[in-house]
């Protein structure tokens, strides 16, 4: 084995983690960061022509690539974007009137987090970019906290990971409403716009009625100028907005007014716009693809109906799916992908649950993943591709 070489270039390494983000210089550089860039697409020729240097240097990047492929602007995502951004520019207003709160509820690994951060990202950079990177009293300027719940937090944990966020020194010290109160400090100096706290369904419900809950977002949606954002799974199942609890109870009924619940649905495929979209996006991901011998049509002609019954549609199946498989061309130097080459890439539990069926419905030819055209046949590659 040849002898290690020196530290990468630190352009080259991955950037983001969770623990990056729960800190506001974290977030700054995720936020900030420029767009990574395509590698360069080889020939096969191009690619055998290379020395064995250059060539583990090419698949490096492109393995970078293609664990990072995206946000792509699916039309989930962009009609995410306007909703969000109709209702936090409205939220801009001047005043002590409370904000309006957001809630984002959807299944798992249907893109909440990835569509918010993308969100976040533009707004941090348009707010940076307007108003200045400091405050008129001199303070930094935070546009966006973001708070990431883990397994089981509390209100003081959550209080907490607040104050975190600005490295605030007092987070060991004071009770709950003590800490929260620091925070709303850390707010109104640096004049947070828009607070985001994702994974909301970690937060210890056990033992605390939705009612408790429902109010300490309330104490934060009316005392923090700020729009709130909560992002999770089973949200209004949880009773946090009173669609369950409706025996009368007048904080619930106040939340669930004041709280506008945003969603995330896979694709389907049961008319033809849907079906486009699903066509668009696999266009979309074939264009960002880093491989040798990829050819107009490979995922989105060619695999169309395996990719919907393998991702149920999923978008995160979806990626994950195309991620590993890119990987898996590479190192076996096939440098494209196939259903045989995508059979032996092993996908989450719950995607490979919900395959089997779609698989026979769409060899029943009673589902089609495309798209028809005028002439009766199934689109070809000339639809236009979601963009980037
Ligand atoms: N618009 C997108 N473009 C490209 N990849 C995406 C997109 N949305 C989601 N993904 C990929 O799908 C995976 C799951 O997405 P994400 O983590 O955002 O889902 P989630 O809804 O937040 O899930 P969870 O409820 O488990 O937190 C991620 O690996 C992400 O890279
Ligand atoms: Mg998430």
């Not at 390494?13 to 697409?41: C, S």
């Not at 089973?234 to 106040?254: I, K, W």
């Not at 979209?277 to 109906?305: C, F, H, Q």
Request: charge should be positive; include cysteine; hydrophobic fraction near 40%.
């Amino acid at each position: 084995m040849s002898a290690l070489p020196g530290p990468r270039d630190s352009a080259d390494r991955p950037r983001l983690d969770n623990l990056t983000l729960a800190h506001k210089e974290g977030f700054q550089r995720f936020a900030e960061a420029p767009d990574r860039i395509q590698p360069e697409p080889l020939t096969m020729n191009q690619l055998k022509a290379l020395s064995d240097m250059a060539r583990a240097a090419y698949d490096r990047k492109r393995r970078l690539w293609h664990a990072n492929l995206g946000p792509l602007k699916t039309p989930q995502l962009a009609s995410l974007h306007e909703d969000l951004w109709d209702i936090v520019d409205n939220n801009l207003q001047d005043g002590d009137k409370a904000k309006g709160a957001i809630a984002l509820d959807a299944f798992p690994g249907l893109g909440k987090t990835t569509a918010v951060l993308s969100f976040v990202k533009q707004f941090h950079r348009r707010e940076i970019a307007e108003e200045g990177r400091f405050t008129q009293d001199g303070h930094e300027r935070w546009p966006v906290c973001r708070v990431g719940l883990t397994g089981n937090t509390g209100m003081k944990d959550f209080n907490r990971a607040m104050l975190a966020f600005f490295g605030h020194p007092g987070l060991e010290r004071g009770t709950t409403t003590q800490i929260g109160d620091r925070a709303l400090d850390c707010f109104l100096s640096c004049e947070v716009r828009l607070l985001v706290v994702d994974d909301l369904h970690f937060l210890r419900w056990k033992n605390r009625s939705a009612t408790e809950i429902s109010n300490h977002f309330k104490y934060i949606a009316n005392e923090f100028p700020v729009t709130l954002l909560l992002v999770g799974v089973g949200l209004a199942e949880r009773g946090l907005f009173g669609e369950v609890d409706n025996d009368g109870d007048e904080a619930l009924a106040q939340t669930g007014r004041r709280t506008t619940a945003l969603g995330l649905a896979p694709f389907l495929i049961a008319n033809d716009a849907q079906r486009r979209d699903w066509r668009n996006t696999l266009l979309a991901i074939e264009k960002r693809l880093v491989l040798a011998a990829k050819y107009p049509g490979m995922l989105a002609d060619e695999l169309s109906d395996y990719l919907f019954a393998r991702s149920t549609g999923h978008i995160g199946s979806l990626m994950t799916l195309i991620n590993r498989g890119c990987q898996r061309a590479i190192r076996t130097g096939t440098e494209l992908l196939t259903s045989d080459l995508l059979n032996q890439v092993k996908n989450d539990a719950a995607a490979e649950s919900g395959r089997r069926q779609l698989e026979t419905a769409l060899a029943a030819k009673r589902l089609t993943t495309r798209p028809i055209t005028r002439t009766g046949k199934p689109a070809k590659n000339k639809d236009r591709a979601v963009t980037a």
